[in-house]
T-cell receptor, first 113, second 115 residues
Framework: DSGVTQTPKHLITATGQRVTLRCSPR?????VYWYQQSLDQGLQFLIQ???????AKGNILERFSAQQFPDLHSELNLSSLELGDSALYFC????????????FGPGTRLTVL | AQTVTQSQPEMSVQEAETVTLSCTYD???????LFWYKQPPSRQMILVIR??????QNATENRFSVNFQKAAKSFSLKISDSQLGDAAMYFC????????????FGTGTRLTIIP
């Protein structure tokens, strides 16, 4: 158990809909990262928050947005969903110490029908 | 931009044998970290081993070891005495040593263990 939690584990929805994925980082970790893993692909970095502020953006679509709340949990919002958005979405957290080790949550499996 | 390349989409090895997974990367930084992550069928991302670029000594974790060649920008993973539980996708990843930076992943190598 990495200490990072993600909800829900699975999400099935239809095209055009909007969903919210939630992540709670490890206790004390200020950084939260979101990654997308499409079928049998590597993980693509979407966005990072540090202590409530957006710190870095990767290949995140304009239809996607995220935020980090004062209690440090983070939410990833996906709107106007398309079939191609079906993927495994991982959240990771780190405290930024040596190694910058990131601890991954179990992921949310999103299926868009 | 940093890139990570894993040129072996699939590998297989007999149980108890040794296998080496390849990874190359490209960066202009001199200080960074490299990682190997394992992703079993459960899809959980599990850190296997990590290497600091400024350390010449290759990292070792039990049956897992790396061959880090900084000049060649190569970072291979050797698994000794392969076990059935080693079957998984293995991802190589890079992050610069700026603190709180994203990971850049390769596309992965699917490892099959043959009983």
């Amino acid at each position: 158990d990495s200490g990072v939690t993600q909800t829900p584990k699975h999400l099935i929805t239809a095209t055009g809909q909007r969903v919210t994925l939630r992540c709670s980082p490890r206790s004390g970790d200020l950084s939260v990262y979101w990654y997308q893993q499409s079928l049998d692909q590597g993980l693509q970095f979407l966005i990072q928050y540090y202590n409530g502020e957006e710190r870095a953006k990767g290949n995140i679509l304009e239809r996607f947005s995220a935020q980090q709340f004062p209690d440090l949990h983070s939410e990833l919002n996906l709107s106007s969903l398309e079939l191609g958005d079906s993927a495994l979405y991982f959240c990771a957290s780190s405290c930024g110490d040596s190694y910058n080790e990131q601890f991954f949550g179990p992921g949310t499996r999103l299926t868009v029908l | 931009a940093q890139t990570v390349t894993q040129s072996q989409p699939e590998m297989s090895v007999q149980e108890a044998e040794t296998v080496t997974l390849s990874c190359t990367y490209d960066t202009s930084e001199s200080d960074y970290y490299l990682f190997w992550y394992k992703q079993p069928p459960s899809r959980q991302m599990i850190l296997v081993i990590r290497q600091e670029a400024y350390k010449q000594q290759n990292a070792t974790e039990n049956r897992f070891s790396v061959n880090f060649q900084k000049a060649a920008k190569s970072f291979s993973l050797k698994i000794s005495d392969s076990q059935l539980g080693d079957a998984a996708m293995y991802f190589c990843a890079y992050t610069p040593n700026f603190g709180n930076e994203k990971l850049t992943f390769g596309t992965g190598t699917r490892l099959t263990i043959i009983p």
